[in-house]
């Protein structure tokens, strides 16, 4: 929720002349304790805290929730030399992505 006011003054302020802001939520699909809702009220199967704040967000295009296995697939960094040191941390810290 707090990156979600971010991105909203940041494009009120227009921010590094952004006119528009969105907020993408990137997580290990392995990652369940990020699916896990709290409030009693909104337990239902397959409803995710994500979903649960996608559907309260007024501007449908301001937020994305993703996999990163979904975005990044087998991702090959070669062409992205910027990216190396990010992605030897992902290959390092998560057994799903070594194995892509």
Request: glycine share 8%.
């Amino acid at each position: 929720m707090r990156q979600q006011f971010l991105a909203h003054e940041m494009e009120r302020a227009g921010e590094l002349g952004a006119e528009r802001v969105s907020l993408l939520h990137l997580s290990p699909a392995a990652t369940t304790g990020l699916r896990h809702v709290t409030s009693p009220p909104l337990m239902h199967p397959g409803i995710s805290p994500t979903s649960i704040w996608g559907k309260m967000v007024l501007e449908k295009d301001r937020f994305a929730a993703v996999d990163i296995e979904a975005l990044f697939g087998p991702f090959d960094p070669a062409p992205f030399p910027e990216l190396r040191d990010w992605y030897d941390f992902l290959r390092e810290r998560y057994a799903w992505f070594a194995a892509g």
